[in-house]
Protein backbone atom coordinates (compact mmCIF):
# COMPACT_ATOMS: atom_id res chain seq x y z
CA UNK A 1 0.00 0.00 0.00
CA UNK A 2 1.60 3.42 -0.80
CA UNK A 3 1.91 5.32 1.91
CA UNK A 4 1.35 8.77 0.31
CA UNK A 5 -2.59 7.63 -0.74
CA UNK A 6 -3.15 6.19 2.57
CA UNK A 7 -2.12 9.24 4.17
CA UNK A 8 -4.09 11.39 1.66
CA UNK A 9 -6.98 9.46 1.78
CA UNK A 10 -7.10 9.91 5.62
CA UNK A 11 -6.79 13.86 5.74
CA UNK A 12 -9.44 14.15 3.56
CA UNK A 13 -11.52 11.47 5.90
CA UNK A 14 -10.99 13.30 8.77
CA UNK A 15 -11.83 16.93 7.21
CA UNK A 16 -15.52 14.85 5.88
CA UNK A 17 -15.80 12.64 9.34
CA UNK A 18 -15.39 16.84 11.08
CA UNK A 19 -18.01 17.81 8.74
CA UNK A 20 -21.52 18.26 10.98
CA UNK A 21 -23.75 16.19 8.99
CA UNK A 22 -26.58 13.15 9.44
CA UNK A 23 -24.00 11.31 11.64
CA UNK A 24 -23.18 13.91 13.53
CA UNK A 25 -26.72 14.72 14.47
CA UNK A 26 -27.71 10.81 15.44
CA UNK A 27 -24.75 11.37 17.55
CA UNK A 28 -25.55 14.06 19.46
CA UNK A 29 -29.65 13.10 19.80
CA UNK A 30 -27.87 9.76 20.99
CA UNK A 31 -25.37 11.81 23.57
CA UNK A 32 -28.84 14.06 25.15
CA UNK A 33 -31.38 11.63 24.70
CA UNK A 34 -29.61 9.36 28.02
CA UNK A 35 -29.21 6.44 26.50
CA UNK A 36 -26.16 3.78 26.01
CA UNK A 37 -23.47 5.00 23.84
CA UNK A 38 -22.42 1.80 22.67
CA UNK A 39 -25.04 0.17 20.81
CA UNK A 40 -25.93 3.32 18.52
CA UNK A 41 -22.42 4.03 17.70
CA UNK A 42 -21.18 0.61 17.08
CA UNK A 43 -24.44 0.49 14.59
CA UNK A 44 -22.85 3.49 12.39
CA UNK A 45 -19.57 1.96 12.38
CA UNK A 46 -21.57 -1.51 11.74
CA UNK A 47 -23.34 -0.01 8.44
CA UNK A 48 -19.95 1.45 7.60
CA UNK A 49 -18.16 -1.64 7.70
CA UNK A 50 -21.17 -3.16 5.48
CA UNK A 51 -20.71 -0.45 3.10
CA UNK A 52 -16.44 -1.05 3.32
CA UNK A 53 -16.76 -4.78 2.64
CA UNK A 54 -19.18 -4.21 -0.03
CA UNK A 55 -16.73 -1.78 -1.84
CA UNK A 56 -13.87 -4.03 -1.55
CA UNK A 57 -15.71 -6.95 -3.45
CA UNK A 58 -16.56 -4.76 -6.37
CA UNK A 59 -19.87 -3.11 -5.51
CA UNK A 60 -18.73 0.07 -4.96
CA UNK A 61 -17.88 0.16 -8.85
CA UNK A 62 -21.37 -1.37 -9.75
CA UNK A 63 -22.65 1.50 -7.75
CA UNK A 64 -20.65 4.14 -9.14
CA UNK A 65 -21.26 3.05 -12.70
CA UNK A 66 -25.17 3.15 -12.27
CA UNK A 67 -26.50 6.88 -10.99
CA UNK A 68 -29.61 5.25 -10.87
CA UNK A 69 -28.47 2.57 -7.82
CA UNK A 70 -26.86 5.90 -6.21
CA UNK A 71 -30.15 8.25 -6.77
CA UNK A 72 -32.16 5.02 -5.03
CA UNK A 73 -29.79 4.86 -2.24
CA UNK A 74 -29.56 8.51 -1.55
CA UNK A 75 -33.63 8.53 -1.27
CA UNK A 76 -33.71 5.69 0.81
CA UNK A 77 -31.05 7.52 2.70
CA UNK A 78 -33.50 11.18 2.58
CA UNK A 79 -37.05 8.79 3.51
CA UNK A 80 -34.76 7.10 6.55
CA UNK A 81 -33.54 10.28 8.07
CA UNK A 82 -36.56 11.92 7.63
CA UNK A 83 -38.22 9.17 9.66
CA UNK A 84 -35.94 9.67 12.49
CA UNK A 85 -36.14 13.44 12.29
CA UNK A 86 -40.01 13.85 12.53
CA UNK A 87 -39.82 11.07 15.17
CA UNK A 88 -37.55 13.23 17.02
CA UNK A 89 -39.90 15.97 16.56
CA UNK A 90 -42.80 14.04 17.56
CA UNK A 91 -41.35 12.90 20.68
CA UNK A 92 -39.95 16.13 21.93
CA UNK A 93 -43.35 18.29 21.69
CA UNK A 94 -44.23 16.14 24.58
CA UNK A 95 -44.37 17.68 28.42
CA UNK A 96 -40.52 18.70 29.74
CA UNK A 97 -40.30 16.02 32.64
CA UNK A 98 -40.94 13.59 29.61
CA UNK A 99 -38.18 14.34 27.55
CA UNK A 100 -35.07 12.78 29.69
CA UNK A 101 -35.99 9.33 28.23
CA UNK A 102 -37.07 10.90 24.82
CA UNK A 103 -33.48 9.17 23.40
CA UNK A 104 -33.72 6.00 25.72
CA UNK A 105 -36.68 4.36 23.75
CA UNK A 106 -36.23 0.98 21.87
CA UNK A 107 -33.96 -1.64 23.22
CA UNK A 108 -29.99 -1.78 22.69
CA UNK A 109 -30.84 -3.87 19.38
CA UNK A 110 -33.32 -1.20 18.01
CA UNK A 111 -30.50 1.90 18.75
CA UNK A 112 -27.98 -0.76 16.81
CA UNK A 113 -30.34 -1.08 14.08
CA UNK A 114 -30.80 2.95 13.72
CA UNK A 115 -27.47 3.28 13.55
CA UNK A 116 -26.79 1.28 10.84
CA UNK A 117 -29.28 2.75 8.96
CA UNK A 118 -28.24 6.06 9.28
CA UNK A 119 -24.31 5.20 8.28
CA UNK A 120 -25.47 2.35 6.04
CA UNK A 121 -27.49 4.91 3.86
CA UNK A 122 -25.65 8.17 4.53
CA UNK A 123 -24.43 9.89 1.09
CA UNK A 124 -21.32 11.25 2.77
CA UNK A 125 -20.29 7.99 3.98
CA UNK A 126 -21.23 6.71 0.48
CA UNK A 127 -19.17 9.42 -1.39
CA UNK A 128 -16.29 8.31 0.77
CA UNK A 129 -16.29 4.41 0.42
CA UNK A 130 -17.77 4.47 -3.56
CA UNK A 131 -16.34 7.36 -5.52
CA UNK A 132 -13.13 8.23 -3.15
CA UNK A 133 -11.78 4.49 -2.05
CA UNK A 134 -11.12 3.40 -5.52
CA UNK A 135 -9.30 6.66 -6.56
CA UNK A 136 -6.87 6.30 -3.56
CA UNK A 137 -5.56 2.92 -4.79
CA UNK A 138 -2.97 1.67 -6.64
CA UNK A 139 -1.43 -0.64 -9.37
CA UNK A 140 2.38 0.19 -8.15
CA UNK A 141 2.16 -1.91 -5.35
CA UNK A 142 1.95 -5.77 -4.03
CA UNK A 143 -1.26 -5.22 -2.30
CA UNK A 144 -4.63 -6.71 -4.17
CA UNK A 145 -6.84 -3.52 -5.10
CA UNK A 146 -9.35 -5.21 -2.86
CA UNK A 147 -6.91 -5.25 0.03
CA UNK A 148 -6.00 -1.60 -0.32
CA UNK A 149 -9.83 -0.72 -0.38
CA UNK A 150 -10.77 -2.72 3.08
CA UNK A 151 -7.67 -0.81 4.70
CA UNK A 152 -8.73 2.39 3.71
CA UNK A 153 -12.41 1.67 4.14
CA UNK A 154 -11.36 0.51 7.84
CA UNK A 155 -9.03 4.05 8.19
CA UNK A 156 -12.17 5.34 7.76
CA UNK A 157 -14.38 3.69 10.04
CA UNK A 158 -11.62 3.94 12.92
CA UNK A 159 -11.41 8.45 12.18
CA UNK A 160 -15.78 7.47 13.19
CA UNK A 161 -15.24 5.62 15.76
CA UNK A 162 -13.23 8.23 17.13
CA UNK A 163 -15.00 11.24 16.27
CA UNK A 164 -18.79 10.22 16.59
CA UNK A 165 -18.42 9.18 20.78
CA UNK A 166 -16.55 12.26 21.30
CA UNK A 167 -19.31 14.41 19.93
CA UNK A 168 -21.98 12.54 21.72
CA UNK A 169 -20.15 12.42 25.00
CA UNK A 170 -19.84 16.32 24.37
CA UNK A 171 -23.18 16.85 23.97
CA UNK A 172 -23.99 14.27 27.08
CA UNK A 173 -21.33 16.33 29.23
CA UNK A 174 -22.44 20.03 28.17
CA UNK A 175 -26.20 19.49 28.83
CA UNK A 176 -26.29 16.94 31.49
CA UNK A 177 -27.66 19.58 34.30
CA UNK A 178 -29.57 21.32 31.51
CA UNK A 179 -33.18 19.50 31.12
CA UNK A 180 -34.56 22.13 29.03
CA UNK A 181 -31.22 22.85 27.33
CA UNK A 182 -31.54 18.88 26.59
CA UNK A 183 -34.74 19.51 25.17
CA UNK A 184 -33.65 21.81 22.44
CA UNK A 185 -30.85 20.29 21.51
CA UNK A 186 -32.90 16.99 21.32
CA UNK A 187 -35.05 19.70 18.71
CA UNK A 188 -32.40 21.06 17.08
CA UNK A 189 -30.89 17.40 16.39
CA UNK A 190 -34.19 16.05 15.04
CA UNK A 191 -34.47 19.14 12.84
CA UNK A 192 -30.95 18.69 11.22
CA UNK A 193 -31.83 15.19 10.24
CA UNK A 194 -35.37 16.36 8.48
CA UNK A 195 -33.21 19.00 6.72
CA UNK A 196 -30.67 17.13 5.43
CA UNK A 197 -33.26 14.73 4.48
CA UNK A 198 -35.41 16.90 2.74
CA UNK A 199 -32.15 18.78 0.88
CA UNK A 200 -31.56 15.13 -0.16
CA UNK A 201 -34.63 14.92 -1.71
CA UNK A 202 -34.74 18.11 -3.17
CA UNK A 203 -32.02 17.49 -4.59
CA UNK A 204 -32.84 14.15 -6.46
CA UNK A 205 -36.10 15.59 -7.49
CA UNK A 206 -34.10 18.64 -9.23
CA UNK A 207 -32.08 16.20 -11.50
CA UNK A 208 -35.21 15.12 -12.90
CA UNK A 209 -36.15 18.23 -14.11
Same mark, same amino acid.
Given at each position: ??? @? *????????? +??????? &??????????????????????G? =?? &????????V?? %?? %?A?????????????? %???????????????????? =?????????????????????G?? %???????? +????? +????????????????? *?? =??????A????????? @?????? =??? @???????????????????????? *?????????
Amino acid at each position: MDP @A *LALGFWGVT +VLLVCTP &GADWAYAVSVGVGGRSLAPSIGGI =LF &GYLVVVCAVAV %GL %GALVAANPVLMDVLTI %GGALYLLWLGIGGLVRSAGP =LTAHADTGAAGSPLASFLRGAGVS %GFNPKGLL +VLVAL +VPQFTSTHTDWAPAAQM *LL =LGGMFVATCAVVYPAV @AMLARR =LLA @ARPRGTVIMSRVSAIAMTLIGVSL *LAERVAQFW
